[in-house]
């Protein structure tokens, strides 16, 4: 099954420091065990699975689908859709990621993304996983078992011997259900011992696994250790496709990734943003824009990805998951294309921006009018609120910014800038952008804000009464104190509610200004009163709003939306 498309990518090394020259590359026919092209390197995107097992990062079934129509735009080999097994909702955001962004083209240059989940070593699992991508055009399962001795003896508790012949077989049965395209992940191999982890690798190949994934699974390895494993399996194994997986742990996802694509791994699983467990994982925004920049290094790599959509895929991964990027986060914080505090610096970058910018913002999808700082006056905040064509202009700003949004979705942001406009007298990009922030992370809930009144002083205790509005319309209050409005105003909530929570992270933030937006990202753990339960299922909201008080109380909400939405979709799982 070899099936071929071609996509458009942004190319950085014009030698000049910018991003170069923009053309057209071939994607070479998809074969799983076999890339035409020995330069090519697909990329595989586990924001899905990997990424939204990083705590708080939980999506909703329409989210990830989002979030996966934008990675096929984006131009992603792989897109592996999550684990099946764990839950009925992931399940059904698994399939229902095969049927519509796997088999079909969404967009004008015909590519149809491959469509991976990740199964354990056993039967149910793998039954479970082919049964949720079994409709996708080119459907994929991932396999894993442990190779390291660590993993083997106080995990597994598997010998050698067992821990092969579950490879080898799980690997033929997945095959036997006719998923033509099975991938094996040793799990540790950056930690196995060399000749055993030969050996695994050569079983599964035989039994039909067409990728061998090689993942750095704690983040342990060095660039030169990575780069030596990559290079020792190519020595040892033929017929199948050769794939990173690198952690973060210690700051060398990135380069080990890079390291093990220079060393002859030809697919590359990485993260938007770098989410994922721990300290997460390789992000595709550094991997893709490195070797575009640098392939004359790389012996001449390349892959498909078209980096104007890489702000876009950040945005809404960081909007959907509440983990917003931090300040200096290469390649995707603006801060790298904004104006150099070194008047050195300023000097080269005014005579020749290539002096100090090896990025031009244009590639990922920005544009230097993005990060100018221009602020909206009461003018034309007015002239936004207040003529026929409002929408129109406001549309026209957030496009500036990087937001194509359209229909409901600009309406409730256009409510929301007149609500807020009143009390503000200007309004930066970065005011907006927060407006699109909590407007992209709402999704109808159980419960909504009617009412919030706080009464508090210098000395006592907080007095906080909410009102909160059931999805059947139906009004319950509840009263209560506490040393500040926002813990009260949680207490009052969790009378109403009724469910058992925790709040394990609260972070608030606000741009300049005495009238500045404030924006809330909440984790709370649900199901336990203890904090130091580890395997408490953990929700992350988020909120922006004109008062602390309120955005922190509209993040609860949310998160605690999200908690019970997911609890409730997690019921059954469609069969068909």
Request: proline share 3%; hydrophobic share 40%; net charge negative.
């Amino acid at each position: 099954m070899a099936i071929s498309d071609h996509s458009a990518t942004a190319n950085c090394g014009s030698g000049d420091g910018s991003a170069g020259n923009h053309h057209l590359i071939s994607r070479p026919e998809y074969v799983p065990n076999h890339i035409s092209d020995p330069s090519y390197v697909r990329i595989l995107d586990t924001t899905l699975r990997d990424g939204e097992q990083a705590p708080g990062a939980a999506m909703t079934t329409e989210q990830k689908l989002a979030v996966a129509r934008l990675l096929a735009h984006l131009g992603v080999d792989i897109i592996e859709a999550g684990f099946p097994c764990s839950s009925p909702e992931s399940f059904n955001a698994a399939k229902a990621i095969a049927s519509e962004v796997g088999c079909q083209p969404l967009f004008a240059d015909g590519h149809v993304p491959v469509i991976a989940v990740v199964a354990r070593s056993n039967k149910k699992d793998i039954d479970t996983a082919w049964a949720a991508v079994r409709h996708a055009r080119r459907p994929r399962v991932n396999t894993f078992i442990a190779t390291s001795e660590i993993h083997m003896k106080h995990k597994l508790r598997m010998s050698k011997e067992e821990v092969v012949k579950t490879a080898a077989e799980m690997v033929a049965y997945a095959r036997s259900l006719g998923c033509a395209d099975v991938a094996f992940a040793a799990e540790d191999a950056g930690r196995s011992d060399r000749e055993f982890l030969y050996h695994v690798l050569n079983e599964v190949i035989k039994a039909g696994a067409g990728t061998i994934i090689i993942p750095d699974t704690v983040g342990y390895n060095l660039p030169c250790e990575f780069a030596n494993l990559i290079a020792d399996v190519k020595k040892h194994t033929v017929g199948a496709i050769i794939a990173t997986h690198c952690h973060n742990d210690l700051g060398f996802a990135t380069a080990n990734t890079l390291a093990g694509a220079e060393a002859g791994a030809r697919q590359l699983e990485v993260t938007i943003n770098g989410i994922g467990e721990r300290a997460g994982n390789a992000a595709l925004e550094e991997v893709v824009m490195a070797i575009n920049c640098r392939r004359e290094l790389l012996g001449g790599l390349h892959t498909s990805i078209a980096t104007r959509h890489i702000m876009a895929a950040s945005k809404m991964v960081a909007e959907f998951t509440g983990l917003y990027v931090q300040p200096h986060k290469a390649i995707r914080r603006t801060q790298c294309f904004k104006l150099h505090e070194s008047g050195i610096h300023q000097d080269g970058v005014l005579k020749f921006r290539g002096t100090y910018e090896i990025i031009s913002p244009e590639d990922i999808g920005l544009s230097r009018s993005n990060e100018s700082g221009i602020v909206l006056g009461s003018s034309e905040i007015l002239l936004i609120c207040c003529s026929f064509s409002g929408r129109h202009a406001l549309r026209a700003r957030l496009l500036k910014l990087g937001y194509d949004i359209n229909g409901k979705e600009l309406d409730d942001i256009f409510v929301r800038f007149k609500e807020i406009a009143g009390t503000k007298k200007n309004f930066s990009n970065d005011d907006i952008k927060a407006l699109v922030n909590h407007e992209n992370v709402q999704f109808q809930g159980i419960w909504s804000l009617g009412d919030l009144q706080v009464t508090y002083g210098t000395n006592g205790f907080c007095t906080v009464t909410v009102k909160l509005i059931s999805h059947d319309r139906e009004e319950k209050i509840a009263c209560s104190i506490g040393e500040n409005p926002v813990v009260a105003a949680y207490k009052a909530i969790n009378d109403i509610v009724e469910i058992p929570v925790t709040l394990k992270e609260y972070v608030n933030s606000a741009m300049e200004g005495i009238d500045a937006l404030a924006s809330t990202r909440i984790v709370i753990c649900v199901d336990s009163n203890d904090t130091t339960v580890q395997n408490c299922p953990t929700f992350c909201g988020s909120a922006t709003g004109k008062d602390i008080v309120i955005s922190g109380v509209q993040a609860y909400i949310n998160a605690l939306n999200k908690a019970m939405y997911l609890k409730s979709s997690s019921v059954k799982i469609s069969s068909s």
